[in-house]
């Protein structure tokens, strides 16, 4: 299908959109390309594979990690992928003893508290690549797929984490044992004779990619992406539920010239 079908919402690290492509430290770029991801490395890229140069590969869903970039892929609504792309920076190792802040080049970095300390850093992309049509109407990117982003990255199941019974004064009662873990704000699911079981939540994705806010994401045709490149101009982009027809179709339906 033409690429004037496809529409691609996309934010960075700190929420703001972006043009769909991610670009890695080591020069690996991620693209959303129809309903898929495109990855591309002229360094990684071989005459003779499946792809024309750059791209080394698709990606339709799923996990991998490849070079300095980890992609995490889901199918969704509107026919589409769903992605979470991302790169970590590192700080750099301790190449001798800090006299700051103590520590030894064999800890690899600075305390926290350190002048010298440099954070972790995370280059991320979380978007979407849909298909715009519902039935012969032009939607693009609509809430519910918003939604559905939203929705995932936020994802998290309950656990429980055993711990022996041992541990606990063999007299408590279970509302004395759940009132205990209660007080450290800590909810106990079941108690058997061997162990007690403390509810545990976890995440599909950690802490700096669930923060990512993803309220003012914009929305945009991939055409129209395409021809604003070649024309120099900004691609036009709107909120979610706000799109008007691409600009291939409101070509294709201007009334020819007398």
């Given amino acids: 299908m033409a690429l004037s079908n496809w529409d691609t919402l996309a934010v960075d690290e700190t929420g703001e959109s972006t043009n769909g492509v991610f670009v890695s430290p080591l020069g690996v770029s991620v693209e959303?390309?129809?309903?898929?991801?495109?990855?591309?490395?002229r360094k990684g890229w071989q005459e003779g594979g499946r792809f024309v140069e750059p791209t080394v590969m698709q990606v339709d869903h799923g996990s991998l990690s490849y070079k300095d970039v980890s992609i995490c892929a889901v199918r969704g609504p509107q026919n589409g992928v769903y992605a979470v792309v991302e790169s970590t920076?590192?700080?750099?190792?301790l190449t001798g003893d800090c006299s700051k802040c103590k520590a030894k080049a064999?800890?690899?970095?600075h305390e926290k508290g350190c002048p010298d300390f440099v954070d972790t850093k995370y280059l991320v992309m979380v978007g979407c690549g849909v298909y715009g049509y519902s039935g012969?109407?032009?939607v693009g990117v609509d809430d519910e797929s918003k939604k559905f982003l939203v929705d995932w990255i936020q994802k998290?199941?309950?656990?429980?984490?055993?711990?022996p019974r041992q541990l606990v004064n063999k007299l408590a009662t279970e509302g004395?044992?759940?009132?205990?873990?209660?007080?450290k704000g800590q909810k106990v699911t079941r108690i058997t004779e061997e162990n007690i079981f403390i509810a545990y939540e976890s995440f599909a994705f950690e802490d700096h990619i669930r923060k990512i806010?993803?309220?003012?994401a914009l929305r945009f045709n991939q055409g129209d992406a395409y021809f604003a490149s070649k024309l120099g101009?900004?691609?036009?982009?709107?909120e979610p539920g706000t799109a008007e027809e691409p600009w291939m179709t409101q070509m294709l339906k201007k009334p020819e010239a007398p």
Avoid: G, Q
Wanted: aromatic share 16%; charged share 30%; net charge negative.
């Fill in 156 to 163: 998290s199941s309950e656990e429980e984490i055993p711990m």
């Fill in 213 to 216: 806010d993803l309220s003012k």
């Fill in 176 to 183: 004395d044992i759940k009132a205990h873990f209660a007080s």
């Fill in 106 to 109: 064999k800890s690899h970095w």
């Fill in 233 to 238: 101009t900004e691609i036009p982009a709107t």
């Fill in 32 to 41: 959303f390309y129809k309903n898929w991801l495109y990855v591309r490395d």
């Fill in 136 to 138: 012969e109407d032009w």
């Fill in 89 to 93: 920076i590192y700080p750099p190792s």
